[in-house]
Each structure stands twice: as C-alpha cells, then as structure tokens.
C-alpha cells in the first residue's frame, strides 16, 4: 500500500494549459496563451495564489504556494488540485498543498459569488 500523499500540483516542461481539478468528476483546462497574471500573498497560516487567465480566475488557498507561483511563470504547471482530506500538511514542511480552489468567471459580473465554483477540504 502506498502512504505517499498525493501531490496537489505537478510540471510538465511540455503543458500548453493548466488543469484544475475541482473534484474526481469535474475538471477545467485552461490555455496558458490566456494566462494574463499571477498574484501571490504569502500569510502567516495561509497563501493566496491568484492565477489571470482571459475567462476564468482561479484562487488556489494553501500553503508553500511560491514554488506553484515559480512553475506558472514559468509556464510549466500542469496540474492543481485539493490535497484530499485525510492527508495533512507537515508542520514546518516546504511542500507546497493546496486545501481550496476557487474559479470564477469574469465574464459574469455582480455573479462571480454565486457562480464561483470550488474544490475545499477541512484541515481541522
């Protein structure tokens, strides 16, 4: 049996658009030639990562998000994705988890709220 958490992000040399995995059923890819920004705030319990794509902004929440920040700029993130539930993140560690995802379309302002559609886990 593997013990090894799953990885909440990879790269790929090779991509030409990030997936965003919402949940095991649902995902999104978008094109890295619609990539406008990235935003990143580093917290003290919590990062914020901010990924401007032309149609679609998407807000990763976790933590060590700067190597995530360091693989878009360099076009080569492949992969985002919530670190299921049962795996925690070391105290201390430099692996970069992701524990929400929020994507929200700019095309349909005053709705972004209630269209804003999201992948969570509680780490309590």
Excluded: C
Excluded at 5 to 20: A, C, F, K, M, N
Excluded at 85 to 102: C, D, M, N, R, S
Excluded at 103 to 112: E, I, N, Q
Aim: aromatic share 6%; no cysteine; glycine share 6%.
């Amino acid at each position: 049996m593997n013990s090894k958490p799953p990885e909440s992000w990879s790269i790929d040399p090779q991509v030409r658009g990030l997936r965003v995995e919402l949940s095991p059923t649902r995902s999104l890819v978008l094109p890295f030639e619609h990539f406008i920004y990235s935003e990143l705030e580093v917290g003290d319990d919590e990062d914020f990562l901010k990924l401007a794509f032309a149609t679609h902004e998407v807000v990763l929440k976790g933590g060590q998000l700067r190597r995530v920040e360091a693989a878009v700029q360099r076009l080569e993130l492949a992969l985002v994705a919530v670190v299921p539930e049962i795996y925690k993140p070391i105290a201390g560690g430099t692996q970069p988890f992701i524990k929400e995802i929020l994507v929200m379309s700019p095309t349909s302002p005053g709705k972004a709220e209630q269209e804003a559609q999201g992948a969570k886990r509680d780490l309590s």
